[in-house]
């Protein structure tokens, strides 16, 4: 492909020196630029994951982080470092200096310096600016990021709303091969300067690949490689750095320490903040539920919980709206710019207050999308439970969501919902397999789980004095 002259004039005015290779490079986004889009991603994580509340592990992870990032070759960024309230074992970084983890890697990892690890890794993706390279990229050849926006904000902000930006998110959680390779050196060499033992960072990979292996049958992998590519032997590799080291004297790993703040975190997915269990989300704190249609897929989110129709065609959403009743959330929604009113009532779903509305809107690309937004009030709240279709499928799909806002309702009062699991670190007062472990759960956990979590193997004969994690229901 020809590059024109303007394009090619922008290319040269457009570089910048990066601070860990020291190459000139394209760069069409400023720092500041960058850091906004970080603060972006930022306040939409808390909104749609939210973060663990958990002062004293927030703390631990943020000092740790904090160092390594102020040692990098980008000290004067805003450097975050978060807890993501996520059982997905993940981990990622959003330009400016943002760094995520989930509590669910957390789980999966046995010393701080497998910690320093994944976190240099990430701090590696924003100081040689993995992220502001692909936004050039994007940018140099006119790649919109806000194609889809939808007039009515109610309606752009539901996930129909922001499926043709499903993209942008997608720059700043995944990255090419070359990428991962440079970031997992960085991470490497991130640790080693904080004094950790780095012949833990592979333990973390060969970790996360046993997970990999585990999961296949199911077609799921760990998070973090499926929004990392592997870059080849990332075990062969991290270790061959490893090997590297002239002496191993001074650096430690910090098991204990590590292990010890892990204490009683959740494990695996929180059942307070609602589940899918089969086709019906249920929610113990809110007392509320509904049934998806077969083959349809749940989102569990911290504000809203979303099922989808697997062609991607029509959706249903619930979320909290801060009004005192239907009538009047309704007339608020009613009111927007934008929208095309079908129709409305007030009425009752399963002998609760409801008002409804029906519409059509249209994105600014000219797709036409037709919806029902049905305000419910139940307990104390009101919910609105907002189902959209590409106007073309309405026929087909128009059932599909009728019956799944008619679904809504509270749950029975027998209802008996699944139970929290946390890890519980203890020292083994006598040598114990992780078969043996797992009978003594009580069924918090199967010894699959508790081998994968402790970095062994099904049958490994933990030692007398050793701290290990463990499962407990709270």
């Known amino acids: ?43 939409g994580t808390r909104q749609e994951t939210g973060f663990y509340d958990d002062p004293a592990l927030t703390t631990y992870v943020a000092d740790l982080g904090m160092r390594m990032a102020k040692a990098s070759e980008r000290p004067d960024l805003p450097w975050e470092f978060h807890v993501v309230d996520d059982p997905a074992v993940n981990a990622f970084a959003a330009p400016g200096g943002f760094i995520f983890i989930t509590r669910g890697i957390m789980a999966y990892l046995n010393s701080e310096a497998e910690l320093a690890g994944v976190m240099g890794h990430e701090i590696g993706h924003v100081t040689a600016k993995h992220s502001v390279s692909q936004l050039s990229k994007q940018q140099l050849f006119g790649v919109g990021l806000l194609a889809g926006a939808i007039a009515a904000p109610e309606i752009a902000n539901s996930g129909i709303g922001q499926a043709a930006q499903a993209g942008a998110g997608l720059l700043f959680l995944k990255f090419g091969r070359d990428d991962e390779r440079q970031a997992d050196e960085l991470g490497h060499r991130y640790s080693l300067h904080q004094g950790y033992d780095v012949r833990e960072m592979p333990k973390t990979f060969a970790t996360l690949q046993r997970m990999s292996e585990a999961s296949a049958s199911s077609g799921r992998v760990p998070g973090f490689l499926s929004t990392h590519p592997d870059p080849g032997d990332r075990v062969a590799a991290t270790q061959r750095w490893a090997d590297t080291v002239s002496s191993y004297a001074n650096l430690e790993a910090g098991r204990d320490r590590y292990l010890r703040h892990l204490d009683g975190v959740v494990f695996g997915n929180d059942p307070r ?127 599909a969501i009728a019956q799944t806002i008619g679904s809504f309702g509270p749950t029975a009062a027998n209802q008996v919902f699944q139970r929290v699991r946390e890890l519980d670190v203890i020292t083994l007062s006598t040598g114990k397999t992780v078969d043996r472990l797992a009978q003594e759960s009580n069924g918090a956990a199967t010894a699959t789980e508790l081998a994968l979590i402790n970095g062994v193997e099904v049958g490994t004969m933990l030692p007398t004095g050793r701290l290990i994690k463990t499962v407990r229901f709270r």
């Not at 129709?309 to 959330?329: H, I, M």
């Not at 009532?345 to 994105?363: E, K």
């Open 273 to 399: 903040q609602g589940y899918f269990d089969g086709q019906r989300y249920l929610h113990p704190v809110l007392k509320f539920q509904f049934t998806m249609p077969a083959g349809w897929q749940g989102v569990n989110q911290a504000s809203r919980v979303v099922a989808v129709e697997p062609n991607g065609q029509a959706q249903v959403e619930v979320s909290q709206v801060a009004f005192a009743t239907p009538r009047a959330a309704a007339d608020s929604f009613a009111r927007q710019q934008g929208l095309q009113l079908l129709g409305r009532n007030d009425d009752r779903v399963n002998g609760l207050p409801a008002s409804t509305i029906s519409f059509q809107a249209t994105t600014s690309q000219g797709a036409s999308l037709t919806g029902q937004a049905t305000f419910v009030q139940l307990g104390g709240a009101v919910y609105r439970v907002l189902g959209l279709t590409l106007t073309q499928a309405a026929a087909q799909q128009g059932s």
């Open 1 to 43: 492909m020809r590059i024109l002259p303007a394009a090619l004039a922008l290319l040269t005015l457009s570089c910048a020196t990066n601070p860990v290779t020291g190459r000139r490079e394209l760069s069409l986004v400023s720092e500041s630029q960058e850091i906004a889009m970080g603060q972006s991603l930022l306040a």
